[in-house]
């Protein structure tokens, strides 16, 4: 292959491939080593028994065969748009099982291949919980998923200010993302605040978002506020936060965010019902496999070092160590601290956000009769008037808002 040329029918004509350097074949056990990929392998036959014990052996199909040449040479593919979901299918496990998504290399481009061609059917679901090791060691991997529906990110360390944010608000998983759980990651009002920044601001990201896990994070009332943003939150979980359960905390959630309390625990934040599902579901146990069977010490020495060169000084680690994540003690205390909200049916209850507007619209039909002037009464221009709509997004940009859009 290396004097030899590579030709390449496309939309009809014939080209010549001279820049393209294929992977070179897998050394065999024999002495006689082939090193032309197109020369009969012994993976290019199948060996079985007949009836007599006597060994026999069958070709394959040229297309197992040209499906492993591919496989072998995925970075080389420009593109798999087109291609049906069944060649997509075995082409992906092919590639799975010569261990490509391991290498670090090729790996991230070679997902993004398949993620843009094939979507949901590659990752639709990740469950990362408690997984920080895995999220910070196969992060590039990781942010080619763009069409997740769920994703776990409970316990993985992400503090005030991780680089998963600008993927989780970002417009690949806008139209895709709807459940989204980031409890117990040190998160606070001021991490909340960074998170949400790009979608109050810029009115992009996380669009179709419904269900939101912040549980066991050290937030207060002032980050509801920034919740406000998601336009179809229904589903919220703030249990062993700094929120204090009673009436008070009912009412500003109500007048918030519009969710009311749940007196039993929702079923959608249940750990059980969240699994990592697709055709990448046993790459991303792959990954995981290939961790815990690194060297105890270089493991060891690698974590100091990362630490070390993020907090800067070990007593500090040793400080952020013992407020770890809030973790229950026992079942019991679980269920009593659960602080689920969820938004209503509209024909069982109204929240009280949206009485102002009833109030309004009720107010301007019995207006209607008076003859327009440039300044309105006060019994058309009250307390219970809505703001107009132009200037909501101006009215949404505090002091702290306009220093993290000076920061991008």
């Known amino acids: 292959m290396d004097n030899d040329s590579v030709y390449v029918r496309e939309k009809g004509s014939l080209r010549r491939v001279s820049e393209v350097v294929l992977s070179q074949p897998k050394p065999v056990s024999s002495s006689c080593r082939r090193t032309n990929p197109f020369v009969p392998k012994k993976e290019h036959f199948i060996f079985t028994y007949n009836a007599e014990g006597s060994l026999r052996y069958s070709t394959k199909s040229l297309f197992d065969i040209t499906l492993l040449f591919v496989a072998d040479n995925i970075h080389h593919v420009d593109s798999l748009v087109g291609f049906p979901e069944q060649v997509g299918d075995r082409l992906f496990a092919a590639a799975e099982e010569n261990r490509v998504f391991v290498n670090t290399d090729i790996s991230p481009k070679a997902l993004q291949l398949f993620g843009d061609a094939y ?9 990362l919980r408690n997984r920080f090791p895995l999220l910070h060691e196969r992060m590039d991997e990781i942010k080619t998923f763009h069409s997740l ?34 409890g117990g990651n040190s998160l606070s009002d001021v991490g909340l605040q960074r998170l949400t ?26 980050a509801l506020r920034y919740l406000t943003c998601l336009p179809k939150l229904e589903k919220l979980d703030v249990s062993g936060t700094r929120l204090k359960f009673g009436a008070g905390l009912k009412k500003t959630i ?24 697709g055709w990448a579901e046993q790459v991303v146990n792959q990954w995981e496999t290939n961790s815990s069977q690194m060297p105890k010490q270089k493991k060891i020495e690698a974590s100091r070092t990362s630490a070390l060169r993020f907090f800067g000084r070990q007593k500090f680690v040793r400080e952020v160590l013992k407020a770890a994540p809030l973790v229950c003690d026992s079942a019991d205390e679980a269920k009593s601290e659960r602080l689920h909200f969820y938004r209503p049916a509209a024909n069982n209850h109204t929240p009280e956000n949206q009485d102002p507007f009833k109030e309004n619209h009720r107010v301007k039909n019995s207006c209607q009769g008076v003859k327009k002037r440039p300044h309105q009464s006060d019994g058309c221009d009250g307390e219970h008037r809505s703001p107009p709509t132009k200037r909501l997004p101006s009215s949404a940009l505090t002091a702290e808002d306009v220093d993290l859009l000076n920061s991008y």
């Open 254 to 277: 109500l007048k918030v965010l519009g969710l009311i309390y749940s007196e039993e625990p929702l079923d959608a934040f249940d750990h059980s019902r969240c699994k990592t599902e």
């Open 149 to 182: 529906k769920s994703l776990d990110l409970f316990g993985c360390r992400l503090d005030d200010d991780h680089e998963i944010f600008q993927h989780l608000t970002s417009t690949s998983l806008a139209n895709s993302l709807t459940h989204l759980f980031i």
């Open 197 to 222: 920044a790009p979608i109050r601001i810029l009115r992009k990201g996380l669009d179709c978002l419904q269900l939101l896990d912040v549980s066991y994070n050290p937030i207060s009332e002032r």
């Open 119 to 127: 979507g949901q059917m590659v990752l639709g679901s990740l469950c």
